[in-house]
């Protein structure tokens, strides 16, 4: 059985989103992202483990150095899977801002 962790548990974590957040604008490899942080490279390693495993990040070797990249198709899904919440929010605060523009026009 193969099992995969949670893509929400994996971005849940801080320093996982900042890998997400470095990697966002240039390939890099796992000692470039690791001098980013004031933890051990192995515990920066483990992070890379998860989001690759969760097909957040992809690996690319380039001769003797493996570069992380994100996973475009991946992130896609999950920005696809949050928007109805996000549009959902902007409609209620929409609405709760006309109802406040409403109430101060009525209270001048």
């Not at 796992?30 to 990040?57: M, Q, Y």
Request: proline content about 4%; some cysteine; hydrophobic content about 40%.
């Amino acid at each position: 059985m193969n099992l995969r962790r949670d893509v929400f548990q994996a971005i849940a974590d801080p320093t996982r989103r900042a890998i997400l957040l470095l990697l966002a604008s240039q390939s890099l490899t796992a000692g470039a992202i690791a001098s980013n942080f004031d933890t051990a490279r192995p515990t920066v390693s483990k992070h890379l483990s998860i989001l690759t495993e969760c097909e957040l990040l992809q690996q690319e070797q380039t001769g003797r150095e493996i570069y992380y990249h994100l996973n475009p198709v991946k992130m896609k899904e999950i920005a696809d899977f949050i928007e109805p919440f996000r549009e959902m929010w902007d409609d209620r605060f929409n609405k709760l801002e006309a109802i406040m523009k409403n109430y101060q026009a009525k209270k001048s």
